[in-house]
């Protein structure tokens, strides 16, 4: 993203003419970021927009609303002077998880939120945007150096959300007996047929591997739970060069992965108990048909054939794990994953689908959460929950990188999460 | 409604004329009952007309789909020869409960329906109206006398979701933190001020008295639970000749009626307790105020204050029980009630609240449903419910009458339900 | 019960010695009654009689402590001058449901109570025996006007609870996979054979009928709820002259009962769903076994092959009114099977199963709950239970009366509740 | 313990008298082993030992049988020829989690096993008991090279269950409102008074740092979740020198502990609110007290003054997590631990309460389960669970080790488990 490659190089401090260039930049980057987000809430109807479908699943119009209350609460409100809050009631109803901003809707019952009404809710982005745009333009020099980091956390707090409120709607049209489409198929092209080559097991040593976001360094921007960069000490370990295909996981189902607990960590297989689980949370196959072909997946694009060739997607991490120990492998360290990320001979590391690693979303050495509201963004989730690493198909363009750490619950089957194997390597 | 009366009196079988006459008028009544759904869901945008705030009550949208294919499902599949229906899928969609019509959608998974959309539940609405009207058109007197039965039941069927449609949407709305209004109020004049006139009991005899609906009597119409007619001997009793007034119940509160188990029934007792009851579900308070004038009431034209002489409704039985222990009175028999209801003593009778009966919701001697899918309409509920008489605000205008037998479970808060007081008279 | 007899005929008021004769007869009685539950105890061990397997079912122990704390809480605290408790937090630990008594154990608690022991319970048994026994050595007459109700509550208190300890201490050992037997079939004498004879219908003409208790009358007690009598108007009816039969219900259910909804009310078909009923709960087949000889049924001896021509037992009131529908029956009234329990064409109607009837527990009119704590008793749980008419092989001899109302939810399984079918008549 | 000194130098394949040497050593541990828990449930009536509080806690008599299981199905019926279960049915009711062994009773049914009745299970563990000893009899060399390590296992699990009697039970006995002591405190000697003394923080270089098991090392036994040994690199940090006593966790408590949010990890803070957090599990307060000695704590000695000297136990992950950050310190991680764990400057290190670590129980590099039914008892659970190192006041003399790995789910309270405070070093 060439946009933010200027921004990491203009100098807005030293210079007028510094501060206007960061100014720039970032004005395009901000329209860029928004306008996805819009654009990507395009193919739903205001009802659809409406929908929530499970306590974990925001509406879309939930979605427009809380990315755009997070510009307002962590800039607007403290740094624009004289600004006036488009509806005062909107701090509660789409305040997330802050708790140092005040009491907020509880977040199952985010679907009930008729009203404000999407129109309602665009012109609140609009406002937001304007007031946004005001801000940068207002801004000295010593402003932007404390602006500039939160508009980039804004910015990137939004891509996020763009790719939840794919998931999010995923969810919530299978729910409906009618399946319908987000996005019905672009064209008449066939889907892919048969099978991915076989996958090629890659060697790594091992070693001290740095760890983590480097300040200064490529990136401009990354989360807090990406710091403090370190050094950690690698065992030899092995990788597989492309991800886990659709074909690869029915296998596994054919040959009663769902029904032998010795495949499963005690936890998942209590869910697919529990839960009656047969396959991944979108596959159907019609009563009695046994055929790996007779397989249908649902996705953004509705319900089609199983393509055996794609990466599998949508498993939780008690899946990916259970595949794995099928497979006679395992799933990668976050750490592992990390320092062989850019390796070229690992194939889908990004732009397929996040990869459940085998580490638990543990703080680094020396972390601390940023200081205020935005501390909350990611340190009080650091307990039950399982690292994942790459990117998806809904990630949004630039938003993805080596040091980057998603998370999830293991039981969480509605994001586009995969799997790459991994075993031990010979010492 | 002289419609009806038309329509009792005229003769289909006998004259071509008759059966012509017959269907005028039904085509008159069957239009001024469709018109009335959409009036009511008129103040909704498409979003409102989309949530489903809890199990127990259905979007809008759903109840203007349901009653159409409830046509559809009783008299346009069975009656109308070479019918097309306008979606295979919408049979499975909005069935409501009838085992006997195959499988549905699960009741707590309305809300997940934003497709259809609501332009396409209008489309089917239309479709549904014309088919009717060819139907109509087209019978002979033989099959007139099979359907001029059911089309009956269907519009008092749809008359029956347009009083739910209102009370879920209440729900819904007051759900939302905003509060919003499902009309705003017509006008500026102030609300009733001031307390109800004294209640007065008016004694009636008891002795045998005629219960449940009589076949070829002036109400043209009735449910299947309404028969058979018969006799059952009353004790001597009295009725208060009004119902009870929010500014009474307000009273029952500030006396601690919420925090005594005395006076309630035990399961009621469970509740408060389990849920957290202080007041009605409508109303409430702000923190630290005591005062009855501090109380705001939500409802039809949104949260207002309390209007102390009016009616109290959205009571559960267990709420209209304990007022009246409370009161060292009790609720009356729905046979008391019935017996008493033409009596011209007794005020608002119809029109301003359901009355919670001291009756639970049993077959009369020698009742046996109609056969058939509409066999499940009523018959099935009778277990576990309390009859509830007379009709409130909500009630369509001509839907009401004195052998009405309403039933919800006594839990249900979200009715316009509330409170006529009876005693024991003097044997 | 002679004793009873003597005792309504005795004359405390009148003579030293009545009031003497009084006192004896009580003695005996209270003796008899409270010997009666330690024997029904004795064949279980101490950790036997410590298991709750549902909040509806309590301990055995628990059982033996609240009877005792039934006559101390309403006739030795009150009424014994002087009276020191056992132990102070045997009030909190066995009080039951009497709101008016104060704070007591979580009901689904019970179990949890390892101590006090089984020792120190019987002791306190003992204790509450030797107070009652003072108490009613010093009552002069007027004392004697006051307690002798109180005792009688007491005694037909404990009876009931004879007949849960059994049902309770049953369903607790069902629980357990070794299905132990409450107590051992007492010798090997073969089950009966073969099918009850052929049911007879039997035609009542209806009419004006007395109901409830009549104060004075044969019965020297009653609850509370048997009262007013009052008059009632029948329609004609015919009564099954003896209950239904265990090879009967096998009929309905091999004939598919559990698998179609139309036989069932809406809320009976909902539990049938949810929770997998597929025969009463006591039932069961080997794996793969389709025949009724197949049948094994669980009770107080164990597990034993299904005896075709005994009285079925232990089903829900949605199972009776299943079976009813399905052998184009009905339940009775209440005041059918009141109305009708004398007459000598019926067989069963008492000592073999408490027969769910078609009424819902409600009041009858002028019903006033007894004052005081007393009044807990009964009517606080008139609402949501249907009414249950006869007695059981479980209920204690004496126990049992025409006008005697037993009451429990309709989707409770672990009572020995029957079915006798009722028609309507031809009037 | 010398006696597994002894067994490590004894070589049983080598000759004859090793062989009967190792054999000895293994009957005395074994012998010491099984009475220890036996002398554990021994202050415990029949009915104390039936009681389950929740699914996560089992009954004492399930504990002796359970680990007697243990033994049966891990070495008697695979090895002993000839063996004869002393009830074939005790191998459903008494395995925990092993799928690989087959159906089992569910874990929250555990407390309505009244029968086999306590003696029963005497009588069964005398039965494993001298089926062991006629096993480890009968062994030859190669036998016993197969079974020494199943052995020793059985032990190990026996240990891990006479710590889990005494949680349970404690958990059971609370539940019981008259809160009855497992123990009454041995002697009339008064509570230790005052405070502990200041805390003292120890610097550890980091670096590399062997975490693990070693093979052929001091400690004869390990469980497979501490290998394979490997090397961690460390950052500079810095321990506490004592654990966390009660007197400094009431402050945390009185400064608003529980009522700030910013202090708590999302899913602990969820919780507090569901679940009504306000202190400890076990420590209580009358209504109205606000002084720290005003606390009361529950343990295996009753209910008993608040003593502020002494460790803190029976904390959950979220709390100790919670008051480390209002502490501006941090928990260790669990490599951070087992570095220091031997350093003479750390006190406490064991025997006194377990230590909760910000570790997440994650396998280590290369950790494979072992094969059979035996690698059930511990990979299947590395998901969702926090690492808890030391051991504590209930931990069996000889059971604890530096490179223990306990793991508990983070909300876990019922366990002896509190906090040693963690900080960064200088690097």
Not at 47 to 75: I, V
Not at 196 to 224: K, S, V
Not at 373 to 385: D, L
Not at 390 to 409: I, K, M, Q, V
Request: glycine share 8%; aromatic share 12%; charged share 20%.
């Amino acid at each position: 993203m060439p946009i933010t490659s200027s921004l990491a190089k203009s100098s807005p401090a030293a210079t007028p003419s510094g501060l206007n260039e960061a100014r720039g930049c970032m004005q395009v980057l901000y329209s860029a970021v928004r306008s996805e987000t819009l654009k990507r809430a395009s193919p739903l109807s205001a009802e659809d927009q409406c929908l929530q479908s499970m306590p974990d699943a925001s509406p879309t119009k939930w979605h427009l609303a809380h990315t755009s209350w997070f510009f307002e609460a962590m800039l607007l409100r403290p740094y624009l002077p004289g600004y006036r809050p488009f509806d005062e009631r909107y701090f509660y109803l789409f305040n997330s998880y802050y708790d140092a901003l005040g009491a907020r809707l509880a977040r199952a019952e985010r679907g009930l939120i008729s009203r404000p009404s999407l129109d309602e809710v665009h012109a609140y982005r609009r406002r937001i945007d304007n007031d946004m745009a005001q801000l940068m333009e207002q801004s000295d020099a010593s402003l932007w150096q404390r602006i500039c980091p939160l508009i980039m956390l804004g910015l990137n707090h939004e891509q996020q959300h763009q790719e939840l409120l794919l998931t999010d709607i995923v969810h919530a049209l299978w729910r409906n007996p009618l399946r319908p489409a987000y996005l019905a198929p672009a064209d008449q092209s066939p889907l892919p047929k048969g099978h991915a080559r076989e996958p090629r097991w890659m060697d790594f040593p091992g070693g001290l591997a740095p760890i983590g976001h480097e300040a200064g360094g490529e990136d401009l921007f990354a989360f807090d739970n990406e710091t403090p960069r370190h050094t950690v000490l690698l065992q030899p370990y092995r990788l597989c060069d492309r991800l886990l295909t659709c074909g690869e996981y029915a296998e596994f189902i054919d040959d009663g992965g769902y029904a032998q607990p010795r495949f499963w960590l005690s936890d998942g297989w209590a869910m697919v108990q529990q839960q009656g689980w047969r396959a991944p949370i979108y596959w159907s196959r019609p009563d009695g048909a046994r055929e790996p072909e007779d397989w249908r997946v649902y996705g953004l694009n509705g319900s089609l054939p199983l393509a055996a060739s794609e990466p599998v997607t949508n498993l939780s991490f008690y899946e990916a794990a259970a595949y794995a120990e099928w497979a006679g492998a395992r799933l990668p360290t976050e750490f592992e994953w990390e320092a062989a990320a850019a390796d070229p001979r690992i194939d889908q590391a990004c732009g397929h689908a996040w990869q459940w690693t085998r580490s638990s979303y543990d703080p680094y050495p020396g972390f601390r959460p940023t200081p205020g509201a935005t501390g909350e963004y990611n340190g009080k989730f650091m307990v039950g929950q399982m690292v994942l690493r790459g990117s998806s198909l809904a990630t949004p363009s630039g938003h993805a990188r080596t040091t980057y750490r998603n998370f999830f619950p293991p039981a969480a089957r509605w994001q586009f999460a995969g799997v790459r194997l991994a075993k031990d390597g010979k010492s």
